[in-house]
Structures are given as C-alpha cells and as structure tokens.
C-alpha cells in the first residue's frame, strides 16, 4: 500500500506541476487580449487542477506520513525538508483559500454579469496568486526530489 501512496502522491505533484505550465500559457494569451472564452478556460483548469492536485498530495502525504515511522507533522528536528514542505503546503492553503477562491468567484460574477475590464484588479489577483502557488509548488518539488542528497 506504501508504494501505490507514493507513487499516487508524485502523480499529484505531476498534475500541479502540469498546471504551472498550462497557467503560464493561457495567462499570457488572456493579458494580451482579454477573451471570455480563455478567462472560463483558465478558471476551470484553476479549479480542476488546483482541487485534484491540492487534495491528492494533501490525503496521500498525510497517509504517507502516518504509516512511515521515520516522518511526522511540522517536525523540524528530523526530516526538516519534510517540515518545510509541510509548512510551504500550508501557506498554498492559505493563499487559495484567501486569495485564489475569492478572487475566481469575483472573476465569475463579472462575467456573468458582462462588466469584465480590462484593468481587472480580481483577475490580476488571481494570477498572481496562482503564479506564486505555483513557485511554491516547485519549490516543495524540488525539496522532495533533493531530499536524499543533503540528509534528514
């Protein structure tokens, strides 16, 4: 069962990791011409990526950790590549649940209600929200991946 976590787990990071490339594209095209069309792409491949990939890692890591003795939560005297994922992953909560959630909701009524600008300060919000999400997400990446070569 430990195997098939890890291996689900790194999927996740896949699917977020995806995202940051996915978000850099469709960001670009929507700044240079502000398109509905590409605005409802990017908020649903927000959501979708964000809630499969946020979720996944945060249920298989937490499984992760209960069932290998060697990690724990937020413990920085062991593992503390592990306590500074950890933490990193908490300050990606905190971001979406305070900027990129009400910002995407702001985004939607706008266009549901045709007042969408092109100095829209939610939208602005919301990819730079994501953008720093997403340098996190790289960050917890690559502590995951270099762990093994500067010890516990």
Same mark, same amino acid.
């Given at each position: 069962?430990?195997?098939?976590? =890890? ?5 996740? +990071?896949?699917?977020?990791? +995806? ?9 670009? $095209?929507? $700044?240079?011409? /502000?398109? =509905? ?9 927000? !959501? ?13 890591? =937490?499984?992760?950790?209960?069932? !290998?003795? $060697? ?11 592990? +306590? ?18 009400? !910002? ?15 100095? !829209?300060?939610? /939208?602005?919000?919301?990819? @730079?929200?994501? $953008? @720093?999400?997403?340098?996190? =997400?790289?960050?917890n990446f690559i502590f995951a991946v270099t762990h093994r070569f500067y010890g516990s």
């Open positions: 069962m430990y195997p098939t976590l =890890v291996t689900f787990h790194i999927l996740f +990071a896949g699917i977020w990791l +995806a995202f940051f490339i996915f978000e850099l594209i469709l960001r670009k $095209q929507i $700044q240079k011409n /502000l398109d =509905v069309d590409k605005i409802t792409t990017y908020l649903k491949l927000t !959501n979708v990526f964000g809630i499969i990939g946020s979720l996944g890692i945060l249920a298989t890591g =937490v499984f992760i950790v209960i069932m !290998n003795s $060697q990690y724990g939560f937020f413990d920085m005297t062991s593992n503390h590549w592990l +306590a500074t994922k950890q933490i990193i992953f908490l300050i990606i909560l905190i971001l979406t649940f305070s900027m990129v959630i009400p !910002n995407t909701k702001e985004v939607k009524e706008r266009i549901k209600n045709d007042k969408l600008e092109n100095d !829209n300060k939610e /939208l602005g919000r919301l990819f @730079i929200a994501n $953008q @720093i999400i997403n340098y996190l =997400v790289i960050i």
